[in-house]
């Protein structure tokens, strides 16, 4: 292997580390900002959603320390096409729960949903949409940078999944 690759492949591994590090540190204080902590002291499996993220970020970590690999630009380029096509199905499925609930609570004669049920899905919904499907840029030929792009939608996108999957155990503790 040339001193290029194996310096480029080197940089690209300490990115790849830093972006899941600090999404692991931003995690701890999304859970925090959504009462995610109290939630986990009141009832048991609040911690799955909790837990989950940070076994998924972590985990993550670990693949790209034992084996750092990247595809060609093409290739690449479906990979991020996969992650913002599940962000997107994430999104309907997020705006299917929310008309589902309110449904439920018209029809229980409830006139408001849980408080917290809403705030967990509507982060979700901004992890999803925010951090996930906008086009940030498209690195011209670079293989190095659309890994990073794929990356830096990774995160939010397991933001979302963990959040919404909060909402849904709000939702269930409420019915």
Do not use: D
């Given at each position: 292997?040339?001193?290029?690759?194996?310096?480029?492949?080197?940089?690209?591994?300490?990115?790849?580390?830093?972006?899941?590090?600090?999404?692991?540190?931003?995690?701890?204080?999304?859970?925090?900002?959504?009462?995610?902590?109290?939630?986990?002291?009141?009832?048991?499996?609040?911690?799955?959603?909790?837990?989950?993220?940070?076994?998924?970020?972590?985990?993550?970590?670990?693949?790209?320390?034992?084996?750092?690999?990247?595809?060609?630009?093409?290739?690449?380029?479906?990979?991020?096409?996969?992650?913002?096509?599940?962000?997107?199905?994430?999104?309907?499925?997020?705006?299917?729960?929310?008309?589902?609930?309110?449904?439920?609570?018209?029809?229980?004669?409830?006139?408001?949903?849980?408080?917290?049920?809403?705030?967990?899905?509507?982060?979700?919904?901004?992890?999803?949409?925010?951090?996930?499907?906008?086009?940030?840029?498209?690195?011209?030929?670079?293989v190095h940078?659309l890994v990073?792009?794929?990356?830096?939608?990774?995160?939010?996108?397991?933001?979302?999944?963990?959040?919404?999957?909060?909402?849904?155990?709000?939702?269930?503790?409420?019915?």
């Amino acid at each position: 292997m040339n001193k290029n690759k194996i310096e480029t492949q080197s940089k690209l591994r300490r990115s790849v580390f830093l972006i899941y590090f600090l999404g692991c540190c931003l995690w701890l204080a999304i859970w925090y900002f959504v009462g995610g902590y109290e939630f986990m002291s009141q009832n048991l499996l609040f911690w799955f959603p909790f837990l989950s993220c940070l076994f998924i970020l972590i985990s993550i970590i670990s693949f790209w320390r034992v084996a750092i690999s990247y595809e060609k630009y093409e290739v690449e380029l479906r990979l991020i096409e996969t992650v913002e096509k599940h962000a997107a199905h994430m999104v309907t499925a997020i705006s299917t729960v929310l008309i589902i609930a309110a449904a439920i609570s018209a029809i229980k004669g409830q006139a408001l949903l849980p408080k917290e049920f809403i705030l967990f899905e509507s982060m979700a919904f901004i992890c999803a949409v925010v951090g996930v499907l906008p086009l940030y840029w498209i690195p011209s030929q670079n293989v190095h940078w659309l890994v990073m792009l794929r990356h830096l939608k990774t995160v939010p996108f397991t933001y979302s999944i963990s959040l919404f999957l909060a909402g849904l155990l709000v939702l269930l503790c409420w019915v």
